[in-house]
């Protein structure tokens, strides 16, 4: 054998030990794949918000000052299903299988502190969901902060979702967001009881922002540990997006709300996110109510898991198709 396939067979061992040892250090210590630690990594480096509260409201008084900008999905997302855009109420709406008619569709709120629209690790998800389920997805991008409170978008959810009730190849409803999104889902279930309106046939939600005004102190514990969420921003933005509303009022911070009326809820939260915390009282509500739930734990798993790309992730949309199926 000759001393360059030596040193290559050396070199292929030596990476094959060291994932090997990264593999085995990543389930002892996080109870993880190597790809959700490596995925973590990479959020603290590039995606953790450091700003300060003064910071991010001085942010968004620049943000308004220059006028809200029109919303495009990534040009490097690649759909595997028609995509078709519209509009409703002077917001856009993206739907993913617009001609599909199995009979279920999804009406998705996205995530972003109130303050961001859909990325293409959103877009990416979905797109896999709609293709294995054969799902219409509508995703509205509601107007955020600072150009609107929540008043307008509930009152254009709750348009949209009457607009799909009456609609005949409509047979089934789930109601699904993440983040601020599934908090907002949420919240929209509960007022759709108060207005005498049909619950959603399914609540999915991913890592829900459930209390805008993080009065918990066990999600504070969480902030150094979380590499996505920075307290002091969704303080901030929780604030603008009230605004003359108490932060507690259950549109706004949907833990404080009546769940009983709420049926077939799936949560899906990580461990090391700060809203953990929160998701367990919520959960514990649900339970107490005799809502049926069903709470996945992402040991060790980060801010909306499902959407990051790693293989708790792959498992974890397998898990909302069972759930979307089964409903």
């Given at each position: 054998?000759?001393?360059?396939?030596?040193?290559?067979?050396?070199?292929?061992?030596?990476?094959?030990?060291?994932?090997?040892?990264?593999?085995?250090?990543?389930?002892?210590?996080?109870?993880?794949?190597?790809?959700?630690?490596?995925?973590?990594?990479?959020?603290?480096?590039?995606?953790?918000?450091?700003?300060?509260?003064?910071?991010?409201?001085?942010?968004?008084?620049?943000?308004?000052?220059?006028?809200?900008?029109?919303?495009?999905?990534?040009?490097?997302?690649?759909?595997?299903?028609?995509?078709?855009?519209?509009?409703?109420?002077?917001?856009?709406?993206?739907?993913?299988?617009?001609?599909?008619?199995?009979?279920?569709?999804?009406?998705?709120?996205?995530?972003?502190?109130?303050?961001?629209?859909?990325?293409?690790?959103?877009?990416?998800?979905?797109?896999?969901?709609?293709?294995?389920?054969?799902?219409?997805?509508?995703?509205?991008?509601?107007?955020?902060?600072?150009?609107?409170?929540?008043?307008?978008?509930?009152?254009?959810?709750?348009?949209?979702?009457?607009?799909?009730?009456?609609?005949?190849?409509?047979?089934?409803?789930?109601?699904?967001?993440?983040?601020?999104?599934?908090?907002?889902?949420?919240?929209?279930?509960?007022?759709?009881?108060?207005?005498?309106?049909?619950?959603?046939?399914?609540l999915i939600l991913l890592s829900p922002w459930v209390d805008i005004t993080l009065s918990n102190p066990e999600t504070k514990k969480l902030d150094t540990i979380d590499p996505?969420?920075?307290?002091?921003?969704?303080?901030?933005n929780g604030q603008l997006w009230a605004g003359k509303t108490d932060r507690k009022d259950y549109h706004l911070s949907p833990l404080f709300g009546d769940v009983a009326p709420l049926k077939?809820?799936?949560?899906?939260?990580?461990?090391?996110?700060?809203?953990?915390?929160?998701?367990?009282?919520?959960?514990?509500?649900?339970?107490?109510?005799?809502?049926?739930?069903?709470?996945?734990?992402?040991?060790?798993?980060?801010?909306?898991?499902?959407?990051?790309?790693?293989?708790?992730?792959?498992?974890?949309?397998?898990?909302?198709?069972?759930?979307?199926?089964?409903?």
């Amino acid at each position: 054998m000759s001393s360059n396939w030596k040193k290559t067979l050396l070199i292929a061992g030596a990476f094959t030990g060291l994932s090997t040892a990264l593999k085995v250090y990543s389930q002892l210590r996080y109870h993880r794949s190597l790809s959700a630690t490596l995925v973590e990594g990479a959020l603290r480096l590039f995606v953790k918000d450091k700003r300060t509260g003064l910071q991010v409201k001085q942010d968004l008084a620049h943000k308004k000052m220059v006028g809200e900008k029109t919303y495009h999905i990534p040009e490097q997302m690649h759909f595997l299903v028609a995509i078709k855009k519209t509009k409703f109420n002077n917001i856009d709406i993206y739907e993913l299988n617009p001609e599909r008619n199995s009979g279920t569709a999804i009406l998705y709120l996205h995530g972003g502190a109130y303050a961001a629209h859909p990325t293409i690790q959103h877009w990416k998800m979905l797109n896999k969901l709609a293709q294995r389920t054969n799902a219409r997805i509508i995703v509205p991008i509601y107007t955020v902060i600072p150009f609107a409170t929540y008043h307008r978008a509930y009152q254009t959810l709750t348009a949209l979702y009457q607009l799909l009730k009456n609609d005949d190849r409509v047979k089934k409803i789930i109601l699904m967001g993440d983040s601020a999104g599934g908090g907002m889902a949420l919240g929209l279930a509960e007022s759709f009881a108060v207005k005498d309106l049909p619950q959603p046939d399914s609540l999915i939600l991913l890592s829900p922002w459930v209390d805008i005004t993080l009065s918990n102190p066990e999600t504070k514990k969480l902030d150094t540990i979380d590499p996505i969420l920075n307290r002091q921003a969704l303080i901030a933005n929780g604030q603008l997006w009230a605004g003359k509303t108490d932060r507690k009022d259950y549109h706004l911070s949907p833990l404080f709300g009546d769940v009983a009326p709420l049926k077939n809820v799936t949560i899906f939260v990580g461990t090391r996110e700060e809203f953990y915390p929160d998701i367990l009282k919520l959960n514990k509500k649900l339970k107490k109510h005799g809502v049926v739930t069903n709470l996945f734990h992402g040991i060790g798993q980060n801010h909306i898991y499902p959407i990051l790309p790693t293989w708790e992730a792959r498992n974890a949309i397998q898990q909302m198709i069972a759930v979307i199926f089964s409903v």
